[in-house]
């Protein structure tokens, strides 16, 4: 078994590894690199999902990587067209030469003798182990289990005499004309697929369990397709960018500080679309307040378009059991059905199942704090990158790998070998990276998740105006981050105002457009 050295591994070849294989070119171009794959092309979640419609639920502009422009117009752009993004710019900075496919990484061990990690992976095709040493670590396999989407057992699955599918395996070439389609569900995926269904089957079911707040957006932004046409590419995506991140800022903010407002809000909108439809706004009002699960939004009212048309209809209730023809409800009714699609969600699963261990000691991630969301407590020379739950993932996992790149070039012009962040169990609580995020997939992994303090540098802010003066200009060395182990001083009072100047300005231009949210 050979072992193979490299400055930095990556783990995974989605946006988040691509993104950060691409920062480490830009701003470390001295450090050798490689990424380590288990599939056998870039793209992550967007090579892996392949159901009809798959889609970004993200505005493309926020989505995009800070230093590449999506130079489309449309806002929530097709997993093709986001996976060919990812694709070329892998190309772009010559990232494509390092990525590694079909590995398969088993096991990391940090050696504080050596100061190196060992990283041991597995060739899915020949079935041989391999051996890699890198001084750095970063973790960008995102957050969810490939192998295993989360599917209840529900009663009588075998009486029935149809087809189940799960999204996360999609069938290459299901034919479904003419069939009766019941999906199960009513998150992302599930109002992505009910309008992408419409145009084949007889007719499209979406039962859901409880309501999630939707709300519509135009599929091409007007105002971003007349900058792109006037400005160069680079200056209208900067500009369309910083307009969408405010939009995201105010509506996360607003929902946060008046939930009764953004409520009434998303609600008027949804009455908007299905005015002249027989459909309840019960089907669209949830029982909690907006943010507290993630909102849902659809490019030019597509899923209330098929609704109002009838193509589509829509079930609140809860399912008593499968029957031979489809599914009988709690409420007596049963719905008919020849493929069933259990859109029921994901299984949360830490860097790819990686066996993590410092010095043969297991280190797992849901006991350990994270610091400023990029670093684990006790574990050296490592990241790894999350993105925000509330806005675009691509805004914090861009920013994270620009502060990773930061400790790199610090730890070289300062001669560190390494760097560790010291735990403090004063700050422990129960909260995940996820912050107040109450999906059903946060729920279920919470004891899997790193944990989140009470207050900084142990807070996640999920704010990207707070999070960029703390990545990319706060002094490096504080009494919490170690280099060679030994610590900073703790960061001044004058330090941490300047640090709050800049969240303090963007709620001073905001405040105009939260205002006139707050008056709708």
Request: one cysteine or more; glycine letters at 8%; charged letters at 25%.
């Amino acid at each position: 078994m050979t072992t193979q050295h490299q400055d930095v591994l990556i783990l995974g070849a989605g946006l988040s590894g691509i993104g950060a294989a691409c920062h480490l070119k830009r701003k470390c171009p001295d450090k050798s690199i490689a990424v380590l794959e288990r599939r056998h092309a870039v793209g992550g979640t967007w090579d892996l999902f392949r159901y009809p419609g798959i889609r970004s639920d993200s505005d493309m502009y926020t989505f995009g990587f800070n230093f590449k422009p999506w130079l489309s117009p449309r806002v929530l752009a097709d997993g093709n067209s986001i996976k060919k993004y990812v694709a070329d710019a892998a190309k772009e900075y010559g990232v494509d030469k390092d990525i590694h496919f079909g590995r398969k990484v088993i096991k990391a061990d940090w050696s504080s003798q050596t100061q190196l990690w060992t990283v041991t992976s597995s060739d899915e095709q020949g079935g041989n182990l391999e051996t890699w040493t890198a001084r750095f670590v970063m973790g960008c396999s995102g957050y969810y289990n490939y192998d295993k989407g989360f599917r209840p057992d529900f009663p009588g699955e075998k009486d029935f005499k149809g087809q189940i599918i799960h999204p996360q395996f999609w069938p290459e070439n299901l034919d479904y004309a003419g069939k009766r389609v019941v999906i199960i569900g009513s998150g992302a995926t599930a109002i992505t697929l009910v309008p992408n269904m419409t145009d084949k089957a007889a007719h499209v079911t979406m039962l859901q369990r409880s309501p999630t707040y939707i709300l519509s957006v135009p599929a091409v932004d007007p105002l971003s397709r007349a900058l792109q046409a006037t400005l160069p590419a680079s200056v209208a995506y900067k500009m369309n960018r910083a307009r969408n991140i405010g939009i995201q800022r105010i509506l996360f903010q607003t929902a946060r500080a008046k939930p009764d407002v953004v409520r009434r809000f998303i609600l008027a909108m949804a009455r908007r679309q299905l005015k002249g439809s027989n459909v309840d706004i019960s089907h669209f009002s949830p029982s909690y307040a907006p943010w507290d699960q993630r909102l849902c939004v659809v490019p030019n009212g597509d899923l209330f378009k098929v609704l109002r048309q009838g193509k589509a209809s829509i079930e609140t209730d809860h399912i008593e059991r499968f029957t031979e023809d489809g599914i009988l409800l709690k409420s007596g009714k049963e719905l008919k059905a020849d493929i069933i699609v259990t859109a029921t969600g994901l299984n949360i699963q830490i860097l790819g199942g990686v066996a993590v261990t410092v010095d043969g000691t297991p280190a797992n991630a849901g006991e350990r704090l994270t610091y400023k969301g990029v670093l684990l407590e006790g574990i050296p020379n490592a990241a790894m990158i999350f993105g925000y739950t509330n806005a675009s993932w691509t805004l914090k996992a861009d920013i994270a790998s620009e502060y990773f790149c930061r400790i790199i070039k610090h730890m070289d012009k300062k001669g560190y070998k390494t760097f560790k962040v010291r735990g403090d169990s004063s700050q422990h609580t129960q909260d995940t990276v996820f912050g107040g995020l109450a999906s059903g997939y946060v729920s279920r992994a919470a004891k899997e998740l790193p944990r989140q303090g009470k207050d900084a540098p142990w807070r996640v802010t999920q704010d990207y105006m707070s999070d960029i003066p703390v990545l990319r200009y706060s002094t490096l060395e504080d009494d919490i981050l170690e280099f060679d182990g030994k610590v900073g001083k703790k960061p001044s009072r004058m330090e941490k105002h300047a640090l709050g100047a800049a969240t303090k300005l963007a709620d001073l231009v905001t405040a105009p457009l939260k205002g006139a949210l707050g008056r709708a």
